[in-house]
Structures are given as structure tokens and as C-alpha cells.
């Protein structure tokens, strides 16, 4: 997996604003944040997208599912969040390392366009 931006962002080889970090599961800010807090929350290995994760490894779904969480109690997203997974081309999905959006800190729309 060595052209995968996420896997190279885990190996250290492209610089990112690490927020959360676990043994299996990193978070760091998007380079192009659609909300006032915009965090990346990715495993640490690399699966396609959230299909793929959820049938090889479904507690690691669930624990990033759970820094997902910590990190939107530590931005101080007191008032909500939003965590999405785009899942394919249709999905809007561009990087194709499975990641969950953390959007918050402003009232977000729904649904998304
Ligand atoms: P998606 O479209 O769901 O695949 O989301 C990919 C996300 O990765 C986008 O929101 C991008 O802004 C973000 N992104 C791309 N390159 C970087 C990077 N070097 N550091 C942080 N976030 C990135
Ligand atoms: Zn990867």
C-alpha cells in the first residue's frame, strides 16, 4: 500500500496535525475542513472502505468508531457532531483508505448536497 496517502501519513513520510492516537487507529485534522473542527479518523491498517473493514476486522470498526467519539469529546463538540463514511465513488469517497469524518463546532444541514 505504499501509494495510499493514509498509509504514508501513518508511516510518517506525509505531515499531518495528529489529534487522537491509539495503538491501532490515528486521527488527524483534514487539509480541507468543511466545519470549524474537521478531524480524519482512520485505522492504522489499511482496508478500502467501510465495507471492507466491517467484514475483516468488525472490532476495529467498532473502536474507530469509539476514537471517533473521544476525539469529538475532546474538540468540545458539546452541542453534537457529525461522523461520516463515504463509501465509493457515488459515496464521494477519494481516499481510498477507509476514514470516518468528524464535522462539528457549527449547525450542520441535512441532508448534504
Ligand atoms: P473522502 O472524500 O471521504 O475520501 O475524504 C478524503 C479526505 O481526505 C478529504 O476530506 C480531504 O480533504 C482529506 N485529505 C486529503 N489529503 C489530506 C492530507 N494530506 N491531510 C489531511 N487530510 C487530507
Ligand atoms: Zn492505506
Given at each position: 500500500?505504499?501509494?495510499?496517502?493514509?498509509?504514508?501519513?501513518?508511516?510518517?513520510?506525509?505531515?499531518?496535525t495528529?489529534?487522537?492516537?491509539?495503538?491501532?487507529?490515528?486521527?488527524f485534522?483534514?487539509?480541507?475542513?468543511?466545519?470549524?473542527t474537521?478531524?480524519?479518523?482512520?485505522?492504522k491498517?489499511?482496508?478500502?472502505?467501510?465495507?471492507?473493514?466491517?467484514?475483516?476486522?468488525?472490532?476495529l470498526?467498532?473502536?474507530?468508531?469509539?476514537?471517533?467519539?473521544?476525539v469529538?469529546?475532546?474538540?468540545?463538540?458539546t452541542?453534537?457532531?457529525?461522523?461520516?463514511?463515504?463509501?465509493?465513488s457515488?459515496?464521494g469517497?477519494?481516499?481510498?483508505?477507509?476514514?470516518?469524518?468528524?464535522?462539528?463546532?457549527?449547525?450542520?444541514?441535512?441532508?448534504?448536497?
Open positions: 500500500m505504499d501509494e495510499c496517502l493514509f498509509c504514508r501519513i501513518v508511516a510518517g513520510e506525509i505531515p499531518a495528529v489529534v487522537h492516537e491509539t495503538d491501532d487507529v490515528l486521527a485534522r483534514d487539509i480541507a475542513p468543511q466545519a470549524p474537521h478531524v480524519v479518523v482512520i485505522p491498517v489499511h482496508h478500502r472502505d467501510a465495507a471492507a473493514l466491517a467484514s475483516a476486522d468488525p472490532a470498526a467498532g473502536r474507530l468508531l469509539a476514537a471517533a467519539t473521544d469529538a469529546e475532546s474538540e468540545g463538540l452541542d453534537g457532531h457529525r461522523l461520516v463514511l463515504n463509501t465509493g457515488d459515496g469517497q477519494t481516499v481510498f483508505h477507509v476514514h470516518v469524518h468528524l464535522l462539528g463546532g457549527r449547525p450542520l444541514t441535512w441532508p448534504p448536497g
